[in-house]
């Protein structure tokens, strides 16, 4: 796995490594291929040193388990120099949310997550949800094999390919919805988390497609097999 540092652009996006479900080493590559800075969640850091990769912030509670097991911060600093560790130890924030609040708090513009789905099912739902309440703070992405996820800001509007999956998924209720482009569209419509939700729509044909929504919390997920 290559290092990163190809850039040191705050403008550039993050990448901040959680500790779910690996991705691919290519898209992996890619991501850190564009990062000026690695943000690495407590104890992923052993799988990531695995990888080779070079990190520039550890961050996490650092809590000792149950069966006495902790991480060895001195066995880690040797691996990976220079390095800056951060103790966040607020239980009432997600390691993946302290994560995107140190990026914010030290002025990046943007942030990639990978890790942060898979594995365990309520650390995925939390993790996919909570990245909407900083999307007026930092651009958040979430990546894996299969997904790209991120927040509605404004008025969203890319040029696909036709047949192209895009679900829309509303975090609790998203009122005044209006599509351009998709297979199902929807004209001032809502949607609500539970009842009713824009999943596995489609675009009809090549060519761009336009979201917006009037207020709420939604979610775009371009998704592949």
């Known amino acids: ?96 949310e302290k994560g995107i609040e140190y990026l914010i708090e030290r002025g990046h513009s943007a942030v990639n997550i990978v890790w942060a789905t898979g594995r365990r099912a309520d650390h995925s739902l939390t993790n996919m949800t909570n990245i909407v309440r900083y999307k007026n703070q930092i651009k958040v992405v979430m990546l894996d094999d ?21 679900s829309l998924v509303p975090v609790g209720t998203v009122e005044g919805i209006v599509t351009e482009g998709l297979k199902y569209n929807l004209y001032d419509e809502s949607l609500t988390l539970g009842y009713r939700s824009g999943n596995s729509n489609e675009t009809t044909q090549d060519g761009f497609v336009k979201v917006s929504a009037r207020s709420g919390d939604l979610l775009m997920m371009e998704c592949w097999d």
Not at 61 to 82: E, N, T
Request: with cysteine; aromatic share 8%.
């Open 146 to 166: 299969y997904s790209r996820i991120f927040p509605l800001v404004g008025t969203y509007e890319k040029w696909y390919e036709a047949g192209t999956p895009l």
């Open 1 to 96: 796995m290559s290092s990163h540092h190809i850039v040191r652009d705050e403008q550039e996006p993050a990448l901040l490594i959680a500790n779910g479900e690996h991705c691919s080493d290519e898209l992996l590559g890619q991501l850190l291929e564009w990062s000026p800075v690695v943000v690495v969640l407590d104890r992923a850091i052993w799988r990531v040193l695995d990888l080779g990769i070079k990190v520039d912030v550890l961050l996490g509670d650092f809590d000792v388990r149950a069966d006495g097991s902790g991480l060895d911060l001195d066995l880690i600093r040797q691996q990976q120099y220079p390095l800056t560790v951060v103790h966040a130890p607020d239980q009432d924030k997600t390691d993946l």
